[in-house]
């Protein structure tokens, strides 16, 4: 018995971990966790103030951690941390457009983290610094939820179908300057192609796609796009969203496999926003019914 408690939020996705310390995480207690967040989808743990060496820990419990691109983000002494700030190293916070905002609010389109992967990730654990007074939740989509949304016929169709994920294309889609890739970034993230509809361990399908994906293989990127963009417009229409309003020192452990997330606007000229984020790899590539 691991003592942990999970209570539901009233909302389509998510549970708050109860009698857990995250800081202390033993075999027992993570497997408990990896069940839960494959039901949950989302798990919250609040209220305790995680320092970057212990956030790696915690991550580490889960699975061995990626190292993600953009190497001017990661935190110098832990480089598996992923420095969601809008704030310079000079402790200045950055201009509307300047590459580090654009890039934040590149990460309004849904998608899911390191789609871009051969092995894509396997989730995603966020812990909140700072937070601003006002914006700057975070929506979570459940990709399981929405596939049961799908026509039937409509849903036939996709099972086939495979998407293409670029990270050099999603990138290409910020809303501004960054800096180019260089060769060897490029050579290191080529293009993949993932099922659109993917089936997980416990037999159910979610839809797999988001703000990494480019087209659909064999089709028109145009034709793809539209697509994609009708069934992103539904995800808030219908009850599969949950919003999360940070609080400070809440972290976040989310499902890369069956959500999708974004972040909602703030005043990111004028408001600190501070997160860390570490993500853990997938073990597998994901894999359809159609085509596993």
Not at 109 to 122: G, K, N, V, Y
């Amino acid at each position: 018995m691991t003592g942990l408690g999970f209570e539901p939020f009233d909302a389509p996705l998510g549970a708050r971990v109860v009698g857990a310390d995250p800081d202390a995480l033993g075999p027992d207690e993570v497997q408990a966790l990896q069940a839960a967040l494959l039901a949950h989808g989302l798990l919250l743990f609040r209220g305790r103030t995680i320092s970057p060496s212990q956030l790696v820990a915690i991550g580490r419990a889960f699975g061995e951690l990626e190292i993600l691109p953009e190497p001017d983000k990661r935190d110098p002494n832990h480089p598996e941390i992923f420095n969601l700030s809008n704030v310079r190293a000079d402790g200045e916070i950055v201009e509307f457009d300047e590459p580090q905002a654009v890039f934040l609010r590149g990460t309004e389109r849904w998608h899911t983290d390191s789609s871009f992967r051969e092995i894509p990730a396997l989730c995603t654990i966020l812990a909140a610094v700072e937070v601003p007074k006002r914006g700057g939740q975070t929506q979570f989509a459940e990709m399981r939820k929405a596939l049961s949304l799908v026509p039937a016929e409509q849903r036939a169709e996709m099972a086939s179908l495979r998407l293409v994920h670029s990270y050099e294309w999603s990138r290409s889609m910020n809303p501004g300057r960054m800096n180019p890739m260089t060769e060897d970034e490029r050579a290191k993230y080529p293009p993949v192609e993932h099922p659109w509809i993917r089936t997980h361990a416990d037999g159910s399908e979610s839809l797999y796609m988001g703000g990494h994906a480019s087209h659909i293989v064999g089709r028109d990127p145009a034709e793809s796009r539209h697509w994609f963009a009708e069934i992103e417009a539904q995800l808030s229409v219908h009850d599969v969203v949950y919003e999360h309003q940070w609080q400070a020192d809440d972290l976040l452990v989310w499902d890369n496999r069956t959500l999708l997330h974004r972040l909602l606007p703030y005043d990111i000229a004028n408001e600190r926003r501070v997160m860390r984020r570490v993500t853990v790899a997938g073990t597998e590539r994901p894999k359809s019914r159609v085509l596993a």
